[in-house]
């Protein structure tokens, strides 16, 4: 543990830091600084980095690329506690501590996000007896975020959404690990958000997702043994990874929010535990996530399999203020919407958009610095979805902004009685089909006409 010592040199050193950063052409990096000396020989993140301090220093930490994810470009310069003089400096792809705003305070801060759009339009989600649960294929689903920020959750809450309220997927049938098992995050400096965490910024509505445990390696791997479980052989599973990712001797990993974290050695072999089922659809949003592609379409018994991630094994993914833009650009291709409801245009696809459409969408889309999405599949994965493709009823864009019975007026109790009169006739002649299709082209009207009524005051 670092020592506290006071009077510390600490304007020589933010000045010298400064200029460092200037000199190096490095300016837009952000900086923060510790009021405490690390002693030679102090290993800092331990089993992620294993840094290893060379000599008693104050540390400043200076980050590269603040507005990707974790871990990206970073580094730690070494300042002497005596004179404030510079020492050196230490490449690192993650902060000395995953809670480093409890003990580094910033003094330069030149590159933040930028604020979120404004929400554009509310959204009223149609009721349930829209959805028709005997045509959706059956569904299971693993949403996972370690060391959680904002933009985690509100990936997952979308996702969330999209699965319960337009594919039909039962929120039992999926298992959310977020943060500590709680609803809540880190906030930027990777301390746990303090007071209520308001409402999810998509549609400024109260979050739905149901959290299930801590996003912790053994809960994932838990989580994929238990799905196995239930597994048949014509079900189909998702699972999608979140939050930050690090490299460690070449090897990927997801980061969790305590313990260990997670390899592609983990998800490989709690993958190839399960028992034989359809269609497996993975995406992953995390840094380096690439470096699980392959272990996870090798290991999978799946009939078929397709992975998608924001990034190679080499590289770091991007973040927003409120959403990832990788993640953001796949849920909204699965949704045929944006968060705040408003109709996706173009669409990602002429129906349920397939595992590969949906790639392709946010390959097209997703122009972040850093984000170089990939993907692979196995026998067909490709053409996966999370419906059936028999099924797409598109709701023409402006409905979804009114309650169902503004969109469709009782009718009067004369008309009912006509129409029941013509169908019961039209039953017992047998000659159904044509006026039965010249009664939907006149309610079809109806309806057109009053929308247009509605949205006309």
Known sequence: MPDRVEGLPLQVIRNLARIHLASGGQSDSNLYVSDAVYRRGEVLLPGRGDIVVPRDSVIVFADDEPLQN?????????????????????????????????????????????????????????????????????????????????????????????????????????????????????????????GSIGNWPGDNTPYQIQIDGPGTRDALVNAIAEVGTKLGPDDNLLLHTNNHGNTVSGVSTIISYSGADTTPDDVSNAVGGLPKFSCFMVMMEQCYSGGFIQPIIDASPASCTSVATAVDANHTSAGGPEFDPFALDWIEAMAGTNPDGTTLSPAAAN??????????????????YGDDPQFESSGGGENCTLARSVVWIPIPPLWRFLFPWQILPDPSPERISELSAEVTALVASGELTQPLAEIFQSTRVEVTNAVRERLSR
Do not use: K
């Open 351 to 368: 129906g349920p958009p397939t595992a590969q459409e949906a790639f392709d969408y946010a390959l097209a889309t997703d122009t972040e």
């Open 70 to 194: 974790w871990g990206h470009e970073c580094r730690y310069l070494l300042h002497d506690p005596e004179s404030g003089e510079l020492t050196g400096e230490i490449d690192a792809l993650l902060p000395p501590t995953l809670d480093f705003g409890r003990d580094f305070v910033p003094f330069h801060v030149p590159t933040a996000f930028g604020p979120p759009e404004p929400l554009r339009w509310p959204i009223v989600y149609l009721p349930e007896w829209l959805f028709f649960p005997e045509w959706t294929s059956h569904w299971y689903v693993i949403l996972y975020s370690g060391a959680s920020m904002n933009r985690h959750l509100n990936d997952m809450e979308f996702l969330y959404r999209t699965l319960v309220n337009t594919y039909g997927v039962p929120a039992e049938n999926i298992t959310v690990l977020n943060f500590d098992g709680s609803l809540t995050y880190n906030d930027a400096d990777w301390t746990p958000h303090q």
